[in-house]
Structures are given as C-alpha cells and as structure tokens.
C-alpha cells in the first residue's frame, strides 16, 4: 500500500516526509472556521452518534491499516515475543518499586502483594491473548474496544494508553538514572540537577532525556534489529536475575521476615496496586500482532508464556530482598544493590545496578516500540491527527508516532519524580485492564443484528451488578479494611451477577482459535480484581488521573469527536460517490 498523488496525467508518489494541514487536518470539519463552526453546533448530535457506533473486525483488520499507506514487516516469530515480554516487562518495577514499597507499605509481605497482582495481571493476559488472536492488528486494547463497546469508550481507553505510554516511559528513564548513579557509586540524585521547584518536581533528570532519545532511536530503525538487541540485553538481564536470587537466598536471614505484615492487609492491597506497574508491559507484545508471522499460534505462546514466568520470578526476587536485609533499612531508589552492600557483596552492587540498567533499557525499547503501534493505529482512526499513522517504507516503523511517544515522555522524565509517576501509571494501566475484561464479555455475549434485545438487556444488567458489587467491595476496603459486614453485601453480588450470567445467558460467540477458559467467571474476576487494586490507591493518583481524563474530554469535544464522525460517515458514503484510487496504489518514496 502506498500513497499517490496525480499531476496531470502522472502518478506522482507522495514522500513519507511532509507537513501540509490535509496530512494532519483532512477532516471536512476543519477545512474552515466556518465548516469547524457548523460542527461545533452539531456536537451533541455526533456525540450521540459516536457513543453508540461501534467498528467490526473487518474494518480494524483490513480498511484501517490501509492509512499507514505501507504494511509493518511482518518478521517476528514466538521467539521474539517471549523475549520481548521479559524485555517489556522486567525493569523500573522489579528493582525500584519493590524496594520502595517493601519499605513504605507491606514489609516482608511485599511477595503477596506481587502474587495478588500477578493474578490480576495473569487474568488480563488471557483477555489481551484471546483478542490479539481474533483481531491481530496494531491498535492492542483500542481496537478492541473500539469494536466491543464502541467508539467513546475507545477514545477514553486511547488517552489513557496515551497517558501510560508517556508516564510509563518516563518511571523507567527516570528509574534509568537512579541505577545509573548506584553503578558509579555516587550518592542518590548526584546525577540530577537541583532546583526550588515543588517537591516531587525539583530534581531535573538530563540523563533519562538521553535515555529515551537513543532507545526510540533504536525502535525507529528497525523492528527485527530491536528484537535481537532486546534478546542480548534480556539474556543477559536473566543471568544476572538469576545471580541475585541465588546470592539473596544464600544470605537470607529469617528473622528479617519479621514481623510479616507490619502493615497490615491494608499496605499488602496498597503495594499490589502500585507494583502492578511492574506487570504493565505486557500489553505491548499484542501491538505486534501485525509484524508477527503467524498471530495465532505465536501470540498466545509469546504472552502467556513470559508472563508466567515472569510472574514466578518477580515472587521470588520479592521475597529474597527482605529476608537479606530489614524492611526499616531498605533503600527506597536502590534497593537491591544497597542490600547486596549490607551483607557484605559490595562488588555484588554493581552486578545488580548493570542488570537493572539493561533491564530498565530494554523496557524503553520495547515500551518504544509497542506505545508507537498503539499511537498509529489511534491515529488511523483518526482520533489523533493520521499524520501519525504513517509507515516508513523502507523502516517498516512508524516513525512519527515514535517521536510522539518520546518527546513527552522526555519532557516528564525530566520534571517527575518516580512516585509521582508510578500512582498515576497504575489508575491508567488497571482502568485499560478492566475495561478489556468487561469488552471480552460483550464479545462473548453479543453480536449485533443476532443477540436478542431481551438478551442485550440482560448482559448490560449483569454488568453493571458485576461492576457495581466489585467497586463496593473496594469502597468499603478503603473505608474499614478491618470490618466484613460490607462484603457479606458485596462480595455475594459479585457472584449471583456473574452465576446469572453464565445461566441465563448464551454465549453468541466462540473464539475460532483460543479462547479464555471459564468465562464469564476469569474475566468477571479480573474486573473485579483491577477495581479493587484501583481502590487501594492513594486520592492524589485520582485527582490527577480525573485531571488527565478532562483534559482528554476537552480535546475530543473540540477535535476527537468531529475527525472520527467525518471519517466514519466518509466510510459510509455509497461507492459510486467514492473515488477509486486501488488503480494508482504503490509504494512510497522515503
């Protein structure tokens, strides 16, 4: 697929590298004041019109990665994804956050908190994995629920990738700096630049700038070549995993266990939400559903597989670290090394800060590279300017929507502080989660112009007790995590809803090659499950995720709202007023 333009009686192609209003604008909405002025008026109309809409897999499969004007390469295997979940995966939340949070809200108990969100995350993989079969395209979870439950919710679900995509990448660049300076031996923030702005902002990072400008770099090139440097750096990064849980486990002291929850449950929950972060990456192998050679059979293997033992090695480095040295004594920005320090494997530091360096580098890239697939396939939607939709023809990368990952990213890293960041990545990452959990369900349960009204109604009943009960269950942890009189309400609406589901619903759909198991049951859990963690969060993560959100609002009723209703009813013109253009269709020049 290509991009042509006619001169006359030529065939002009059309350079990769251009800037005109009709690459960022071609919306008949804003081609004048006055054509963006009559939109406005009619927003409520569009708005009603965009809420209900929802896209099918045919036009996510096959008409929207036409926009990208050439293909992605289609050059990884099951090989490649497995890897690229260790390299997605293993980083800022292994060897930051679990110091951090071992020392500020669960103790030795940090391993529950990573065996609660392993399964939370365990169950949102097999979503991800069952629609990243069924729909291999580049969009991940907004082309998912831009199908399921229609166009809104997939806008707030992409500010939202958005958000993670800029926020995630700066924790880890930011995380880059902190190990950085623990390798050379310096003291904490020695490397970072020191100013009078508000606390939690007042530690510029330069090098974490630099940081993400090489790793997008790397991802603009090549996709192939990303995965064999990701492969390198993760074989390297699991050697030296390896070494620290055997090295901790040899200089474990078990009287450093205890006590257990010094906490309580309540910091157990309130560090599971925050190490979630941890497992986040996940969702970036799905993204390359269309640079994989069979979708099918790989995808399933690549995701499953790595997180399965990620999450087995995530448990046992969350428990070597307390029983090495007390929770009290922890060094929240290097934990491990520092621990290393205290039983005496000072040279062990360095070991441990090299690995979490390409753990973390290896996070950037592949984050790079997912986060940019989600921005392309956003942008052919046209819920973001098309302009960064656009595939190189040689790279077979989006290169636009790479620098549109990284430049805010850079801008963040530079300012943020990594508890700052990480509250706020969670809110996003597990409102993603749950909305995927809830979309699997409407797949399952309904087809349009098939499923029954009386049946539609029904589903939308269910759900709401399911949603319902479950931010029941989380209101009322928060308010009296020691009380049970709330959950004898809750916790038995939870499971009538999901019984009613499963008896008095048919499903009207099954999954042509893999599918989740025991539905509506693991996927009525892991809503479940990502709104309590959610509610285990601090307030200040919801206030700025509420801010982020009306930022959002604000922008699609100015922008979103009217690029994707022009869009969609020049989708539904009839044929004959369309242009043909299949004729004129090649590759374009770099």
């Not at 042509?4 to 800037?19: D, L």
């Not at 880890?172 to 939690?200: C, D, K, M, Q």
């Not at 993603?432 to 112009?449: Q, T």
């Not at 499963?502 to 809503?527: C, D, E, M, T, Y």
């Amino acid at each position: 697929m290509g991009s042509m333009g006619v001169v006359g009686e030529e065939v002009q192609p059309r350079s990769y590298w251009r800037w005109s209003k009709q690459d960022f604008l071609p919306e008949e909405s804003f081609q004048s004041w006055s054509t963006y002025r009559t939109a406005l008026s009619q927003t409520g109309y569009r708005f009603k019109n965009r809420l209900i809409s929802r896209s099918d897999d045919n036009n996510e499969i096959g008409e929207l990665p036409k926009r990208s004007e050439n293909d992605m390469k289609r050059c990884l295997t099951w090989w490649d994804l497995i890897w690229f979940g260790f390299g997605s995966v293993i980083g800022a939340g292994i060897f930051v956050l679990t110091g951090q949070e071992t020392h500020d809200h669960a103790g030795p108990a940090i391993v529950l908190s990573y065996v609660a969100s392993g399964v939370s995350a365990m169950l949102s993989v097999l979503c991800y994995t069952e629609f990243s079969v069924e729909v291999p395209v580049a969009g991940g979870a907004f082309a998912y629920l831009r199908i399921e439950l229609g166009d809104f919710i997939a806008f707030i679900t992409a500010g939202n990738i958005l958000l993670e995509g800029f926020v995630g990448s700066a924790a880890v660049a930011r995380s880059w700096t902190s190990y950085f300076t623990s390798l050379l031996n310096r003291p904490s923030n020695s490397l970072r630049i020191h100013t009078n702005l508000t606390e939690g902002f007042n530690l510029l990072d330069p090098i974490a700038v630099a940081v993400l400008t090489i790793a997008a770099t790397i991802a603009m090139i090549s996709t192939k070549k990303t995965s064999y440097l990701n492969w390198i750096a993760s074989v390297v990064n699991n050697v030296l995993i390896l070494f620290v849980i055997i090295a901790a486990f040899i200089h474990a002291n078990p009287s450093n266990m205890k006590p257990f929850f010094p906490f309580g449950a309540k910091g157990v929950f309130q560090a599971s939400a925050i190490v979630y972060f941890a497992y986040g990456g996940f969702d970036n192998i799905a993204t390359m559903a269309e640079e994989t050679k069979n979708p099918s059979r790989d995808i399933p293997i690549g995701l499953i597989g790595s997180m399965s033992i990620i999450t087995v090695v995530y448990c046992l480095m969350a428990v070597s670290l307390p029983m090495m040295q007390k929770y009290t004594d922890i060094d929240r920005n290097a934990a491990y090394s520092v621990a290393f320090q205290s039983v005496g494997m000072t040279w062990a530091k360095y070991l441990v800060a090299l690995g979490a360096l390409k753990g973390m580098t290896t996070v950037l890239l592949v984050g790079t590279l997912g986060q940019a697939r989600y921005i392309t396939h956003i942008a052919r939607a046209h819920m973001i300017p098309p302009w960064f939709a656009l595939v190189h023809p040689k790279t077979g990368t989006p290169i636009n929507a790479t620098v549109l990952i990284v430049i805010p990213s850079a801008c963040i890293a530079l300012f943020s502080s990594l508890d700052v960041l990480a509250g706020l990545l969670s809110v996003s990452t597990l409102f993603i989660f749950m909305m995927m959990a809830v979309a699997l369900l409407v797949r399952r349960y309904y087809v349009r112009e098939i499923t029954p009204q009386q049946h539609l109604l029904k589903l939308v009943i269910f759900l709401l007790i399911i949603i319902a009960s479950s931010m029941g269950t989380s209101a009322y942890w928060g308010l009296n995590p020691n009380g049970w009189v709330g959950y004898v309400v809750t916790v038995p609406l939870w499971f009538f809803g999901t019984l009613a589901m499963a008896v008095f619903l048919p499903q009207q759909r099954s999954p042509k090659v893999w599918g989740v198991p025991l539905v509506p049951w693991l996927p009525s859990l892991s809503i479940a499950t990502n709104i309590f963690l959610m509610g285990s969060l601090g307030y200040k993560a919801f206030e700025r995720f509420g801010i982020c959100t009306v930022v959002m609002l604000i922008y699609y009723v100015f922008f979103g709202l009217h690029a994707t209703y022009d869009m969609a009813h020049k989708q539904d013109e009839p044929e004959s007023l369309k242009v043909d253009d299949s004729n004129i269709r090649e590759k374009a020049e770099p």
